[in-house]
């Protein structure tokens, strides 16, 4: 398991003086080590046993208190006990996460990503998978030392601005997808992952806190067994609505990996690196939560969509139903008198307009269309197509 930090951003020019101080505590310990344990013995027959119980007794719970607010404020740590705190906390957290983080094949390329339900569900980046749903990706975790592969299927993604994408894990042989065209693939017995599925739960990244430590980790170059989970320490140091910015390093290949609170809770995943390996993007984990049922069905948010049909002037009469368009294969017809969308009362070609902003209307999404033909109400159900 590889750790990297950034020093001075990270702990402050007080780092040094903690090093110099930990040397100092270390070497005072190894000579005094015999007297310290002969003083406490004696200690402890003159004092109280009750006495000594209440006082220990505070002193953890003061302690526990100072490391929760250490790992959740972003302060700096400032004593040599805080530093190993944090060591072994950070090492904890990256053994826990470790099984559900899984390395991407589509083709030629590669990324990383998270199991997030027991199910299969698998957070990645879009760019990771393409904007083609339906696609077989392989998929490599690590179990007990040896890589271990499943296929997946790729579901939607919302690309542009916000770089995020889902995959559901499948069984059995599939077809791989690749970037120079489609070959079949079988994992053999010994290779296939079989059992439960590894996951890690999602968090809110809406509450993070500016300083907030993060543990950021993928598979970089492919998974490495030799080399273990790649993790890195690092804060937040801008989070906004569609993206969240650390100071996590970042190489290629981590795209689509995981990005963690202390709570061992996905918050984030690795999306863009900035202008310095140390000033990268993420897409904040609230954006898969509010679209996950779009995302789960195949939708491809943000892309230019079409329902293949038209209105009168500013009507609600239609005027052109495209043929083998979405409208036409739904069973639409010229003439036809739009009275509602969805649960939205239309009149006029005003509302029609408002309706669909007030909508998630992406490639894939279904939208209950009501007409009037003539004296009979039908109900069409229309798949939304990729403009173009």
Same mark, same amino acid.
């Not at 590889?2 to 903690?18: D, Q, V």
């Not at 310095?276 to 996950?292: G, M």
């Not at 069905?297 to 209105?311: A, P």
């Not at 992406?362 to 009501?370: D, G, M, R, S």
């Given at each position: ?173 599939a077809r791989f997808s690749g970037r120079y065209g489609v070959r079949p693939i079988k994992i053999d017995k010994e290779n296939r992952f079989e059992g439960d599925y590894p996951y890690v739960d999602i968090g809110i990244s809406q509450d993070l806190k500016l ?21 890195r320490v690092g804060r937040i140091i801008d989070n906004r609505k569609t993206s969240l910015r650390t100071d996590c390093t970042l190489v290629g290949g981590d795209s689509g990996g995981p990005l963690f609170d202390m709570n061992g809770d996905v918050i984030g ?42 209105? +009168? ?5 239609? =005027? /052109? #139903?495209?043929?083998?368009?979405? &409208?036409? $294969?739904?069973?639409?017809k010229v003439g036809d008198i739009v009275t509602k969308v969805q649960r939205n009362k239309i009149s006029d070609k005003r509302d029609l307009s408002k309706a669909f902003k007030s909508m998630d209307v992406w490639p894939n999404t279904i939208i209950k269309i +009501? ?5 009979? =109400? /039908? #109900?069409?159900?229309?798949?939304? &197509?990729? $403009?173009?």
């Amino acid at each position: 398991m590889t750790f990297s930090c950034l020093g001075k951003h990270l702990f402050s020019s007080r780092f040094s003086e903690i090093l110099g101080l930990a040397l100092a505590v270390s070497l005072a310990i190894c000579w005094q080590c015999e007297s310290v344990v002969s003083q406490e013995d004696v200690s402890q027959e003159d004092v109280a046993p009750k006495e000594v119980a209440s006082t220990n007794a505070n002193e953890d719970s003061n302690s526990a208190e100072a490391h929760q607010e250490l790992l959740f404020s972003g302060r700096v740590p400032n004593s040599v006990d805080e530093l190993k705190f944090m060591e072994s906390h950070f090492a904890e957290l990256a053994e826990s996460v470790f099984p559900a983080t899984v390395n991407i094949q589509m083709g030629q390329s590669q990324g990383s990503g998270v199991v997030v339900s027991s199910d299969g569900y698998i957070l990645t980046a879009a760019h990771v998978i393409g904007n083609s749903p339906g696609q077989t990706a392989l998929i490599t975790f690590i179990v007990d030392g040896e890589k271990k592969q499943i296929f997946a299927e790729t579901l939607g993604v919302q690309a542009g601005t916000v770089d995020s994408g889902m995959l559901k894990i499948k069984e059995g042989s599939a077809r791989f997808s690749g970037r120079y065209g489609v070959r079949p693939i079988k994992i053999d017995k010994e290779n296939r992952f079989e059992g439960d599925y590894p996951y890690v739960d999602i968090g809110i990244s809406q509450d993070l806190k500016l300083g907030q430590w993060v543990l950021a980790v993928g598979h970089p170059g492919g998974i490495d067994k030799a080399r273990g989970l790649v993790v890195r320490v690092g804060r937040i140091i801008d989070n906004r609505k569609t993206s969240l910015r650390t100071d996590c390093t970042l190489v290629g290949g981590d795209s689509g990996g995981p990005l963690f609170d202390m709570n061992g809770d996905v918050i984030g995943i690795h999306s863009r690196i900035g202008l310095t390996l140390a000033d990268n993007l993420h897409v904040p984990a609230d954006i898969f939560s509010e679209k996950w049922d779009l995302m789960a069905s195949g939708v491809i948010i943000n892309g230019k969509g079409t329902l293949g049909f038209s209105v +009168v002037d500013d009507t609600n009469e239609i =005027e /052109k #139903v495209e043929s083998k368009g979405p &409208a036409d $294969k739904a069973g639409m017809k010229v003439g036809d008198i739009v009275t509602k969308v969805q649960r939205n009362k239309i009149s006029d070609k005003r509302d029609l307009s408002k309706a669909f902003k007030s909508m998630d209307v992406w490639p894939n999404t279904i939208i209950k269309i +009501v007409v009037q033909r003539g004296d009979e =109400e /039908k #109900v069409l159900r229309i798949k939304v &197509a990729k $403009k173009g």
